[in-house]
């Protein structure tokens, strides 16, 4: 069995590498203009730091496109002669890509792929891969029963993120301007949560720094693992530029929690993808987990 998935996982290349994974790059346009990436172009840190300046100066605008018929078919090719499991971002907030996977698996039967919609964004697509893993590790599992463990994580899946730069999200339309200038002004950072299976980043609150944010992110655990009455905790973060310290915060603060409260934790930190800074802008760190309940 071949795993695919997008490059929304938020996995870093070397850990691509390691998992053997399939990989398929979402394409990033800059004004308009297809911006030359891929997940394993060289020196993939120092672009990315020079795709976020470019994002930083307001003249520029980038967005992301949705994946084609012919990038699912390049990826099958690859591996026509083996079972594929599929695992995308969620679909319903890409229609172009959705429309575009549909067809390849209706008019290319010669392609054995069954495709597990995450219905999740960030980290919360990679996040699933990784439980998965973690729950079949030294087992010798089929394709069947690695889609049932991700339809079963899927509903208890969540995304937790802080972004630094309100005026980038204005500029995206996202936040009008009086509210990022009164954030910026009064020092606050808005905390952003994508509810099980639903594929929507919405404001749940807002911190003076990160590590009341951390705090927020913490307690919100610590709820759900109770309601879960779970004890299995998979997290991925992922940051840009020097975000990495909230990510570190943060995995301390869960290792506290998790040896206070006998959970089996696993955390796993890497720098964020191209196919998210169009949308999440130059400033943030994120985590997507998944409560286990297996």
Not at 18 to 32: K, R, S, W
Request: with cysteine; net charge negative.
């Amino acid at each position: 069995m071949k795993i695919i998935i997008d490059n929304t996982c938020q996995l870093e290349p070397e850990r691509i590498k390691e998992l053997g994974l399939g990989l398929i790059d979402y394409p990033i346009l800059l004004n308009g203009e297809v911006y030359p990436q891929t997940w394993d172009m060289p020196n993939v840190r120092e672009e990315k730091e020079k795709f976020i300046e470019l994002m930083r100066d307001k003249r520029n605008k980038a967005t992301t496109v949705g994946l084609t018929e012919e990038q699912f078919i390049e990826a099958f090719e690859k591996y026509k002669n083996e079972e594929i499991l599929l695992i995308t971002q969620a679909l319903h907030n890409t229609h172009a890509t959705r429309d575009a996977l549909n067809n390849v698996l209706r008019e290319h039967p010669e392609y054995d792929v069954k495709a597990f919609d995450s219905k999740s964004l960030v980290s919360g697509v990679g996040v699933q891969l990784l439980a998965l893993l973690r729950e079949t590790e030294g087992r010798d599992v089929t394709r069947d029963e690695c889609y049932n463990i991700l339809m079963r994580n899927r509903e208890n899946t969540r995304v937790l993120g802080v972004l630094y730069d309100m005026f980038y999200l204005h500029r995206g339309g996202r936040v009008g301007l009086a509210k990022a200038v009164m954030a910026t002004a009064m020092g606050i950072i808005p905390l952003l949560s994508s509810e099980p299976a639903s594929g929507v980043i919405k404001a749940v609150g807002k911190a003076r720094n990160f590590k009341q944010a951390c705090a927020r992110f913490l307690a919100m655990i610590k709820t759900q693992m109770e309601e879960k009455d779970s004890k299995t905790l998979t997290v991925a973060m992922s940051y840009v530029l020097d975000h990495d310290k909230e990510c570190r915060y943060m995995k301390k603060k869960l290792e506290e929690a998790a040896e206070e409260r006998g959970w089996d934790l696993y955390v796993e930190i890497n720098y964020s993808t191209f196919a998210h800074m169009p949308h999440l802008g130059p400033d943030y760190f994120e985590m997507g987990y998944v409560v286990g309940t297996a």
